[in-house]
């Protein structure tokens, strides 16, 4: 028997052309949610034109004058949402000051005050128990070399979660909002093999063309055993199901490591380091 429309559990996701976000759209979709995603593009778009319980908005989260429009078309749906999952996300690879400066102003500009803007909007369009996720990750724990502004623009999406948790209680409409940031370890998405790119990080001396070089090959690495990004939407799905969920989780691979090292003095996050500087040392010394 169809659900009736005040039944149906809604969930609004950013970021979905493709990766985690298109993944979770087709989980939840495929448990009889209605989905409410956003993606940058209108090529994006029309992949989901056609999917019966998918609403798709333009929504590029670095542009303020866009979110005007989804404040209209959510106003006239007048649709309340169980899950708000803050997907939307970009990374950058390289020597922190290396990197040109708006490649980091685009780190934090989406992951951190893009992530806000759609949080302000929102927060009035959630049901009153509502679970509000964020993707972050498990770099944060593990501040290594050359990943740049990604987990300092991580870190400072997971502060903001901790301060909205708190900030949260003092108003009566949002006191049983639930907050929590997952923070995963390398998924297999395109986000990866965006990362590099020479406008980002000019390597143009021999030394920088090394450390290039050593950034791919430990992604490629990484990405040889990374879990699909199908195994993580099923986890979050999962998640939303609880009734009661952790401010954060860790799933993938070195997140066990990772979480370990934070709660050690920096000299085994410098060993770790030097470990790795060892195994690809051919690299660094040609």
């Known amino acids: 028997m169809p659900k009736k429309r005040s039944d149906l559990k809604r969930i609004f996701i ?15 979709l495929k448990n009889s949610w209605e989905v409410v995603v956003t993606v940058r593009t209108k090529e994006d778009q029309e992949k989901w034109k056609n999917v019966k319980g998918i609403t798709c908005f333009l929504l590029d989260i670095t542009q303020e004058d866009q979110f005007s429009y989804l404040e209209k078309e959510l ?16 990374s950058r690879w390289g020597p922190l000051l290396e990197l040109e400066d708006q ?18 909007l929102l927060f009035p369009f959630l049901k009153r128990e509502a679970k509000i996720l964020a993707i972050g990750s498990i770099s944060v724990y593990c501040l290594l070399p050359f990943m740049g ?11 903001m979660f901790e301060i909205l948790t708190r900030e949260s209680s003092f108003f009566s409409e949002y006191q049983k909002f639930q907050f929590s940031v997952i923070t995963p ?24 063309l090394k450390i290039l070089q050593l950034g791919k090959i430990l992604i490629q690495e990484e990405l040889k055993n990374a879990p699909k990004a199908s195994w993580i939407a ?3 799905f999962t998640l ?32 770790f380091v030097n470990i790795l500087k060892f195994k690809y040392r051919k690299i660094l010394e040609k």
């Open 103 to 120: 490649a980091v102003r685009d780190l934090f500009e989406t992951n951190f005050l893009g992530t806000r803007r759609v949080l302000k």
């Open 14 to 28: 950013t970021g979905c052309s493709s990766g985690i976000g298109q993944e979770c759209a087709n989980v939840f």
């Open 75 to 90: 106003i006239l749906e007048n649709k309340k949402f169980d899950i708000l999952l803050n997907n939307a996300g970009i």
């Open 185 to 208: 370890g390398t998924i297999e998405t395109p986000m990866w093999h965006k990362a590099f790119n020479h406008q980002y990080f000019v390597a143009n001396t021999k030394e920088k």
């Open 234 to 236: 099923e986890k979050i």
């Open 149 to 159: 502004a990604y987990p300092l623009s991580k870190l400072a999406l997971q502060g």
């Open 240 to 271: 939303s199901l609880k009734k009661k969920i952790k401010k954060t989780y860790a799933w993938g691979n070195w997140c066990f490591v990772f979480k370990l090292l934070s709660f050690f003095p920096d000299c085994l996050t410098n060993l």
